[in-house]
């Protein structure tokens, strides 16, 4: 199982950016996936999900700016984040699971512990 994140980069306050997770060694469409970001000095935090069953949960300051999806034609999955904020910046990992077991399933996202494979991380910098 392998993930390679991309797409990061530096933009302003407002604007838009897509990652992507290319993935290899596994089925994209049978495993849970999901994106992280981590802060500086912080642990790495769940930004969104699409879990086991297709549901799909959202970190509660994204709602409605980002979006997750995966195209497993392409065996990738992406974050398309919108009316990005400086408080965004963060470096961001993708995630993937074959399953995950945990509490609360069913209205949030797998914890950190559940993930196995990890991408490397792509920098997000959004400027004031």
């Known amino acids: 199982v392998q993930l390679q994140a991309s797409g990061g980069g530096s933009v302003q306050s407002g604007s838009s950016l897509r990652l992507s997770c290319l993935t290899s060694?596994?089925?994209?469409?049978?495993?849970?996936v999901g994106w992280f970001r981590q802060f500086p000095g912080k642990e790495r935090e769940v930004v969104a999900c699409i879990n086991n069953d297709r549901a799909i949960f959202y970190e509660d300051s994204v709602k409605g700016r980002f979006a997750i999806s995966r195209d497993n034609a392409k065996s990738t999955l992406y974050l398309q984040m919108d009316s990005l904020r400086p408080e965004d910046t963060a470096v961001y990992f993708c995630?993937?699971?074959?399953?995950?077991?945990?509490?609360?399933?069913?209205?949030?996202?797998?914890?950190?512990?559940?993930?196995?494979?990890w991408g490397q991380g792509t920098l997000v910098t959004v400027s004031s």
């Open positions: 060694g596994f089925a994209l469409e049978d495993y849970a």
């Open positions: 995630a993937a699971e074959r399953v995950i077991y945990y509490s609360n399933s069913h209205n949030s996202c797998p914890p950190r512990w559940g993930y196995n494979s």
